[in-house]
């Protein structure tokens, strides 16, 4: 299937026009067309080489909204006109003991990522959800349940399962105290969800700056970090921490925050943190953790409970010829709090 997308050729250059090949239908493979995709921070560090893994030309994109075309001859799940969605992984080798577990993303042999990945059967490097068509494994597609808005939707396939697999793994749930560390695009769904699931919610943050919008999505207040009288007489007060900074900094001040056995759970920063000290960890039996996404029926289950509870991110549209702009804006932070694409301002496919 011939199609176009926007695609980076190198590390120092802006995406552009591209032409693209999916690859004809296996039998268990559902075909899309994508109606929609979110702008995550990580395809800014991918198509900038941040990480040293890039490989180009490279088609960023993995929180995909779309309605399937055609279907394999094997697929039963989904059928032509159905709405679906795509998230972070698109394969893995689904026999292993993460895999049976649901936790597809640990896959013991390396799950196969949306975009600048190698295609687990040819090895061709994946090509993501910047584009009008794409081609995935039936059992790596997603179904959008019914009065979801397919608009606003895409951003729950990364930043909205990010934040909810630490909210469910550590139990979150009524009389739970949840401090958010951040609160940009992870953030505020992390606020959302944690408040959706029942918790008492607040926003850490350097400055009071941002306390009518943590209000707004629902915190029941914002805690000013660099004042250290309300930082003293918050000690204790949380059961779960989520990180969502994307840099690196300093978690120190903020682990005399959590309870006895609370944790505070990293899903922001990928790389070197500041020095720790072991001192607040040893006198409170404290943890630090990291956190992925999750796997399908996890992502499946939060897409089924941000429809019930009417939870969706709060997005800016654009087209997709605004993207290098985007991700200029990306960069600064000046955006609330998620960008999305409206792929029909992309050109029809190729011939």
């Not at 190198?10 to 999916?22: C, D, E, H, I, N």
């Not at 994109?61 to 399937?68: N, P, S």
């Not at 055609?70 to 993460?98: E, F, N, T, W």
Request: charge should be neutral; hydrophobic fraction near 45%; include cysteine.
């Amino acid at each position: 299937m011939f199609t176009i997308g926007y695609a980076a050729q190198s590390a120092g250059a802006p995406l552009a026009p591209f032409k693209l090949q999916r690859r004809a239908l296996r039998p268990a493979d559902v075909a899309l067309e994508i109606l929609y995709c979110g702008v995550c921070h990580s395809d800014l560090h991918n198509v900038r080489n941040d990480w040293g893994i890039s490989r180009y030309p490279m088609v960023p994109g993995h929180e995909i909204i779309g309605r399937v075309i055609a279907v394999g001859s094997a697929v039963r799940r989904y059928k032509i006109g159905d709405a679906v969605a795509v998230g972070c992984m698109i394969d893995s080798c689904l026999d292993c003991q993460h895999c049976h577990h649901g936790d597809q993303q640990f896959c013991l042999h390396g799950r196969t990522d949306t975009y600048n990945a190698p295609d687990r059967l040819s090895g061709e490097n994946t090509l993501g959800g910047y584009s009008r068509h794409m081609v995935v494994r039936e059992e790596f597609v997603l179904r959008v349940p019914a009065g979801l808005d397919l608009a606003r939707a895409a951003p729950l396939l990364c930043a909205g399962i990010t934040t909810y697999a630490p909210l469910r793994t550590w139990k979150v749930g009524p009389g739970s105290r949840v401090g958010v560390l951040g609160l940009g695009g992870l953030g505020h769904m992390a606020v959302k969800l944690a408040v959706g699931l029942g918790a008492e919610v607040s926003v850490l943050s350097r400055s009071a700056d941002k306390q009518s919008d943590a209000l707004a999505l629902g915190a029941e207040r914002l805690l000013v970090s660099t004042d250290a009288r309300a930082m003293a007489a918050a000690a204790a007060g949380f059961d779960l921490i989520i990180d969502t900074i994307p840099v690196k900094h300093d978690i120190n001040p903020y682990l005399p925050l959590l309870q006895v056995d609370g944790t505070l759970v990293l899903v922001g920063q990928v790389g070197p943190l500041a020095e720790l000290s072991s001192v607040p960890l040893l006198m409170g039996r404290r943890n630090i953790a990291g956190s992925l996404i999750g796997g399908i029926e996890q992502t499946q289950e939060m897409l089924d409970f941000c429809a019930r509870k009417n939870i969706l991110p709060d997005c800016e549209m654009i087209g997709m010829e605004q993207i290098n702009e985007a991700f200029e804006r990306l960069e600064r932070a000046d955006v609330r709090y998620r960008f999305v694409i409206d792929m029909a301002s992309l050109a029809a496919p190729c011939p």
